[in-house]
């Protein structure tokens, strides 16, 4: 993944494969591990504010089994599973696992499962960065009798109001009053740029200026960001976090 790191955590009820697991990490220049994990609930709580890319999950754990904690991740995150009982194998592809290490594995069976791992995001990033260059660069909308062209470079925020927009614009003390949805709207905008983060606002990622707790400060103006896209949020600023 050139020099892109996958973040990662461990997660295993058994010490030694903890131990294991995180002296392979250790060892494979790609993979940044963020935290080792003795059960699934632990690993819930942690990836609830700082999600990874990647989980060396176990399978058969107290309380809840890692096939059940894999159907509860975001798709964002993948997974590859660690266990003794390769009567689970199916199971684990079934929830779209990116492989499957039946204990006790070696370095050379788990680094081949890390490089499916770094193939897999390398596709996915790829494929990212083939659609920022296709994305569209303006939107025309309604105003007052006119339809006026929008560039998106220039939008700090979207507001909404009922069934009204208001388009906030750098260098322009007003907004633009458009008649639309922020649901038709955000079907309409380039994920990479812009992201609603409450369910009255969609803002442009690149002119956040601070973050600070719950909220963003755009151009001085304070957005809270709502539990409800809170998680997805996180990850983009986990995943950009040296651009902060």
Known sequence: MSNLKITCIIVDDEPMALNLVESYVKKTPFLSLKKKCSSAIEAMEYIKSDPVDLLFLDIQMPDLTGIEFSKMLPKTTRVIFTTAFDQYALEGFKVEALDYLLKPFDYAEFLAAANKASNWFSLIKGKQHTEVSEEKEFLFVKSEYKQLRIKLADVLYFEGLKDYIK???????????????????QEELPETHFMRVHRSFIVSLKNIEVIERSQIIINNQRITISDQYKPKFLTFVNNNSLNF
Do not use: A, E
């Not at 750098?170 to 709207?185: E, F, G």
């Open 167 to 185: 388009i906030w614009l750098k260098d322009n003390p007003k907004p633009i009053l458009t008649l639309m949805s922020l649901k038709s709207l």
